[in-house]
């Protein structure tokens, strides 16, 4: 019983059936609070979307108003009017005026929300498609840098009293830009304008405004609203901080739904109110469905926990025994993912895991190996030090007596190079015991080949006290001389250069032998070299071995010219060794 109680199966039915009980009512609740939010804010952003589209025309409206505008006050045959005196050729004038008068009774007739047209010029000369008696815009008065829209009451001759909304723009001379010869005044009628933008939209709410940036109401469904201000009717804050959006608020003691967009050039607002009463009625429908909801929930959950057993706990129990079997190091193991879950992205990482443990476990066991191997091929060039140093000394002695001093500096040489390989038996050297080492190679080899090789040494100074691995040079210098120079047939120079840069210690040996393809040095960085010599695979490998794979020798070879060797280590010192 108490292995049951503990397991993740029991744990989990308990807490579902406590959960499902524990949340049938608030979940009721909560989905009907929900349900009403929703439809709201789905009736909202549609509105929204209407309200876009209406203050979208505005914008377009206005901005073909704009741009007419622009253009007639361009028209020279307006600022010849404007600007012409007593002594202008009065023919010309007439025409003119003529041609004015013509596109000023154009524009009116295509646009069917323009109301009228009012030139003023600075020289009294009036243009006037209306016959305005008075306005409440006094243009006389008005400081206009480049244009301005304007709320406006128009009084005709005849009474009549019409509000519009009037577009005024300065016009100046062309050739003294800072001259002003007059204004331009482009009146919309707010009825036409009103009936052209909301045409357009068959879902149009009945309280509808536009107001400007100070939120005057411009134009309105209730007439009587124009000329108010809609910030002393409602708060309009929200609509200070956003270009458009909808928020609730109280009206005349009821609740109004307020949805706005803003006209961005103009700074408008585009204005609709709806009544939240008639927004939840619409939401009544969904109580009746409400208990229905839940019993149908609680029945899927008793499915889901069916469901939830087979395709999650299993995997999970699986899982469980096929970690036991890595615990127990058995790497080789792999477990088939079911889905695209997150059970499903554990197992793939189980197996991923598995996998690279197999992998590591293989690579330290090759490495091992390996490093055996190496250490197996180094030892078999070693020669037991205790009869060859007593001979070589005796060698060395009686060449002395018989006065052949250059067996004696052979013979000594020989007994440096073989000292320098046996009397240190670690495998990490520094690069000044190398450079000695390779010193006494050196030396041998001159005797024997003369003047058919010549040798170069540049070791930078500072270079001495790095460390490197023993015996990394004379390899490399033996296969120049064997494989290079030997091999050419003629006289040849081998340079040797040992330095740091960038904390790595380099070492370059580069030959004018015959070189060789890319091919047979990639065959000797993976075969060993023949005879038990130390070849280039061996250097090569202990050097990965001692400090990782990013370091290693390069090499570069031209077959005829030569070639170059470049062995990469870390710059270490002794306390920089672990």
């Known amino acids: 019983m108490k292995k049951i109680s503990s397991s993740l199966q029991f744990k989990i039915m308990v807490c579902a059936i406590f959960l499902i009980i524990l949340s049938s009512f608030p979940i009721g609740i909560a989905s009907y609070i929900k349900s009403v939010k929703i439809v709201e804010n789905k009736f909202a952003f549609s509105h929204l979307h209407t309200v876009k589209q209406i203050a979208s025309s505005l ?24 600007k012409s005196d007593l002594e202008t050729d009065q023919q010309e004038l007439e025409k003119a005026r003529v041609h004015v008068n013509d596109f000023l009774t154009y524009l009116v007739g ?136 909808f928020f609730y608020t109280k009206l005349s003691g009821e609740t109004f739904l307020v949805i706005y967009s803003t006209i961005k050039p103009l700074g408008w607002k585009v204005v609709s109110f709806v ?30 926990l069916v469901f939830f057993q087979n395709s999650i706990l299993y995997p999970l129990k699986q899982l469980r025994i096929f970690m036991r079997h890595i615990a127990n190091q058995n790497f080789d193991v792999y477990m088939q993912p079911r889905g695209n879950d997150e059970v499903s992205k554990l197992i793939q990482a189980f197996n991923s895991m598995s996998a690279k443990l197999n992998e590591l476990m293989n690579q ?28 070589l000394d005796t060698i060395y002695w009686t060449a002395r007596l018989e006065g052949a001093k250059k067996a004696c500096i052979l013979v000594e040489a020989l007994s440096k190079l073989f000292r320098s390989i046996l009397a240190n038996k670690s495998n990490i050297i520094t690069v000044k015991e190398e450079i000695e080492h390779l010193n006494s190679y050196i030396l041998i080899q001159k005797v024997r080949y003369q003047d058919l090789i010549e040798f170069s040494l540049n070791v930078q100074s500072q270079a001495l006290c790095y460390k490197t ?39 370059i040996v580069s030959d004018t032998g015959a070189g060789a393809s890319k091919e047979v040095f990639e065959s000797a960085l993976k075969n060993d070299s023949p005879n038990g010599k130390i070849g280039l695979k061996n250097v090569n490998e202990r050097i990965k071995l001692a400090f990782g794979n990013e370091y290693g020798m390069e090499i570069e070879s031209t077959p005829g010219l030569g070639t170059k060797v470049t062995v990469i280590q870390p710059a270490l010192k002794e306390g920089d060794l672990k």
Not at 491 to 500: D, Y
């Open 59 to 82: 914008e377009l409206i206005t901005n073909d108003i704009k741009e007419a505008s622009l253009y007639f006050i361009q028209s020279g045959d307006l600022r010849q009017l404007l």
């Open 364 to 391: 330290v066991y090759i490495a091992t190996i390996k490093q055996k191997e190496a250490e197996l091929k180094a030892l078999q060039e070693r020669i037991n030090p205790h009869f060859l140093y007593n001979t």
């Open 110 to 245: 295509e646009k069917p929300y323009i109301h009228s047209i009012y030139i003023m010029g600075k020289n009294n000369t009036i243009f006037d498609t209306y016959g305005i008696k008075e306005q409440t815009l006094n243009l006389s008065n008005i400081n206009v840098q480049s244009f301005e829209w304007c709320p406006n009451v128009i009084t005709s001759r005849a009474g009549i009293l019409t509000y519009v909304i009037s577009l005024v723009r300065p016009i100046r001379d062309i050739n003294n830009f800072k001259n002003l010869i007059g204004y331009l005044e482009i009146n919309i009628d707010e009825k036409s304008l009103f009936d052209e933008v909301i045409s357009l939209s068959s879902n149009f709410s009945e309280n509808f405004v536009i107001c400007n940036q100070n939120y005057f109401i411009l134009s309105s469904t209730d007439k009587t609203l124009i000329g108010k201000n809609l910030a002393k009717m409602i708060s309009t804050k929200p609509m200070e901080n956003f270009e458009q959006g």
């Open 469 to 507: 691995v023993k015996l990394v040079l004379q390899p490399i210098v033996e296969n120049a001389i064997y494989h290079g120079i030997e091999k050419s047939g003629k006289k040849g120079k081998i340079s040797i250069e040992v330095f740091t840069k960038d904390e790595k210690l380099y070492f």
């Open 275 to 304: 009544e939240k009463a008639s927004l939840v009625a619409e939401n009544r429908a969904i109580q009746s469905y409400l208990f229905i909801t839940i019993l149908l929930a609680l029945f899927a959950a008793s499915i889901f």
